[in-house]
């Protein structure tokens, strides 16, 4: 890979389906009807199987051990790779992380942390988190992810997180790096901090911020930060990243010689899918080179797009924040002569923040997202709906997510730095279509249109969003310590855990219009099928 432009570049959103084998599942039936009942209704999209594989990877459910191989064939899939893959000789030290005591005898933090007993904070190697914990009894139940037609229970298990009792590099020989890619999130600062007092912990005496993401490692005028518990202390007060953020990047190649170049051993990444498809490259470049480096990621997504975890940090607090903009698109609404209030909220490929938003405010009436098409006009379109709510209510409230309705909008072809579709306005778009349908029908209407993106990007995290970046920042150098390279740290059913780069990363994560929780949204809104 030459350049991180094509391992950051647009995201990639494959065909929804239901996989069994050869097979594919169409979900749901019922057509439509005009009294558009919430409670049933056709999903016109298809669900999205994570355990889908490639078509060489094929399983024959004739083989009566098809589940054991096809265990083995997961395991490996998701075994994380450490530094001991590349150098077998590689040598352990007793970690320097302990908490019994927490002052070291001598001023050389290598030396440990003594104790009167053994502690019993550390991880197993061996221990492992169930990926998947419901065991669906048919593939035709709500949000059903099987792998075979019979839906057969099999266990899927992923590396637990947390500190070793073995660690692989000597704190005094360490010099972290950390870089925060992408555009802003709620919580950068958090995790930044956390990483920085964590490193300290161990014994860490170097560590460093690269400024303005992966750029900052080539541009010669752009120096890297020296940063510490005290430079970081309060850091997390405010929004934003202290490190600066920015899209796109130098070649691989030149990153990784500016890692060989300063001496790092260490480098956290903080970013989305296209930042992390950069660090997966770069740690297949350092084990090109044989380089003693663990690179490890820490997902950062406002949009919750990211594979097998529960979520990403920031989202909880972008769903908090946007009720501000909800709730002021309702009051518009609701004290204006048929009025309409149009709230455009972020999520390019997946719906997560409007469908969250929506159920938690209670006021939405139509909830928009990339991953249920939609019709404006016509007889079940969205306008034609919005005339019925204001006969029966007088008001009515949108939520829709950027990505949405994009086919309605002009193709411009442009990219933005990271390779991403830049894309139309569809929160302006409905609101003109709102105001030339209503317009030609002789109905006055007063429409608010509301975009709080950057807003809600810039803000600090909220205690939820506050804790999750705290665990994932020390679990991000608890991997590191352990000699683990390639892989990033997440939340997956309430367990921190450690997945290989290239399993979260192979395709957005996306709403399922199948699941539980998008039809909890279609019964809070009311809303139809707009088809």
Request: overall charge neutral; some cysteine.
């Given at each position: 890979m030459e350049s991180l432009s094509p391992a950051i570049g647009p995201k990639t959103i494959r065909p929804s389906r239901t996989v069994y084998g050869d097979n594919e599942l169409l979900i749901g039936s019922v057509k439509s009807m005009k009294a558009r009942p919430v409670a049933c209704r056709k999903m016109r999209m298809r669900v999205v199987a994570q355990a889908s594989k490639s078509d060489s990877n094929k399983i024959d459910f004739s083989d009566p051990d098809w589940k054991v191989k096809y265990q083995r064939e997961f395991e490996a899939r998701f075994n994380i790779p450490h530094l001991t893959d590349v150098f077998p000789d590689a040598v352990s030290y007793p970690s320097t992380f302990c908490l019994k005591m927490r002052t070291p005898v001598t001023d050389n933090f290598a030396q440990g942390y003594p104790s009167d007993e053994e502690w019993h904070g550390y991880i197993n190697n061996n221990d492992r988190v169930l990926l998947k914990t419901i065991n669906y009894s048919s593939p035709t139940s709500a949000g059903a992810e099987c792998i075979d037609p019979n839906c057969t229970w099999v266990e899927q298990w992923v590396h637990r997180a947390g500190p070793r009792e073995k660690i692989y590099f000597k704190p005094e020989e360490v010099k972290a790096a950390i870089v925060t890619c992408g555009g802003l999130c709620p919580g950068l600062n958090d995790v930044i901090r956390q990483i920085v007092i964590t490193l300290e912990i161990y014994g860490v005496k170097q560590i460093v911020g690269i400024p303005f993401g992966y750029r900052g490692f080539s541009n010669k005028d752009l120096a890297e930060m020296p940063l510490s518990r005290k430079v970081v202390q309060n850091i997390h007060l405010s929004g934003g990243s202290l490190l600066g953020v920015s899209r796109g990047g130098p070649k691989v190649s030149d990153i990784v010689d500016s890692i060989q170049e300063r001496g790092t051993n260490m480098l956290f990444v903080l970013g989305g899918n296209g930042t992390h498809a950069g660090a997966n490259a770069i740690h297949d470049e350092c084990r090109r080179r044989r380089l003693q480096v663990a690179v490890v990621g820490v997902p950062k997504t406002i949009d919750n797009d990211i594979m097998l975890m529960d979520k990403t940090f920031g989202f909880d607090t972008a769903v908090e924040e946007a009720q501000r903009a909800i709730n002021s698109a309702y009051i518009e609404a609701h004290s204006a002569y048929?009025?309409?209030?149009?709230?455009?909220?972020?999520?390019?490929?997946?719906?997560?923040?409007?469908?969250?938003?929506?159920?938690?405010?209670?006021?939405?009436?139509?909830?928009?997202?990339?991953?249920?098409?939609?019709?404006?006009?016509?007889?079940?379109?969205?306008?034609?709906?919005?005339?019925?709510?204001?006969?029966?209510k007088g008001s009515a409230v949108i939520c829709v997510a950027e990505g949405a309705g994009q086919d309605f909008l002009e193709k411009t072809n442009a990219k933005d730095a990271s390779g991403n579709a830049v894309l139309g306005d569809i929160g302006g778009h409905i609101q003109q279509q709102i105001k030339k349908y209503f317009k030609e029908i002789g109905v006055t209407t007063d429409v608010k249109y509301i975009d709080p993106t950057y807003m809600i990007r810039a803000c600090r995290a909220n205690a939820s969003d506050g804790i999750l970046c705290t665990v994932l920042g020390q679990n991000a150098v608890h991997g590191a310590f352990a000699g683990y390279s390639g892989i990033t740290v997440g939340i997956c059913n309430t367990h921190y855990v450690y997945f290989p780069i290239p399993e979260v990363i192979a395709q957005p994560k996306v709403v399922d219009p199948n699941s539980r929780m998008w039809h909890r949204c279609l019964t809070s809104t009311g809303q139809p099928d707009f088809l």
């Open positions: 048929h009025g309409i209030g149009i709230v455009k909220l972020m999520g390019r490929s997946s719906g997560f923040i409007a469908m969250h938003a929506s159920l938690a405010s209670g006021q939405i009436d139509i909830c928009l997202i990339p991953e249920v098409p939609f019709n404006l006009h016509g007889p079940h379109g969205v306008l034609q709906h919005l005339k019925y709510l204001l006969e029966t």
